[in-house]
Nanobody
Framework: QVQLVESGGGLVQPGGSLRLSCAAS????????IGWFRQAPGKEREGVSC????????YYKDSVKGRFTISRDTAKNTVYLQMNSLKPEDTAVYYC??????????????????WGQGTQVTVSS
């Protein structure tokens, strides 16, 4: 059974850090581009970061550049999103998803086939 499971969300104060994990089962994650998305209450889902199968370069939404880092651990079949200097506007449910392509092809949701259930990130004092 193909499954993506996100974890690592939680409540953090502004300026704090979290590392989200996206663990895959039932298939090998290394062959796919991976995207991280988020959806805040009352807002549309938006792309945050993506990485190709090579894992050597990540792409980021402008508002998270310099604060978020995407990486992948092939041995653990897991992709991570390290989030530093968190802001209240980062509050959302975060999702990972596998792209139809091996490279980062942007953030159009129709390009992504498999989605995790999401993990809540709340940034508040």
């Amino acid at each position: 059974q193909v499954q993506l499971v996100e974890s690592g969300g939680g409540l953090v104060q502004p300026g704090g850090s979290l590392r989200l994990s996206c663990a895959a089962s039932g298939f090998t994650l290394r062959y796919y581009g991976i995207g991280w998305f988020r959806q805040a209450p009352g807002k549309e889902r938006e792309g945050v970061s993506c990485v190709g199968s090579g894992g050597d370069m990540g792409y980021y939404k402008d508002s998270v550049k310099g604060r978020f880092t995407i990486s992948r651990d092939t041995a653990k079949n897991t992709v991570y999103l390290q989030m530093n200097s968190l802001k209240p506007e980062d509050t959302a449910v975060y999702y990972c998803a596998t792209s139809q392509y091996y490279y980062c092809s942007g953030y159009e949701t129709y390009v992504y086939d498999y989605w995790g259930q999401g993990t809540q990130v709340t940034v508040s004092s």
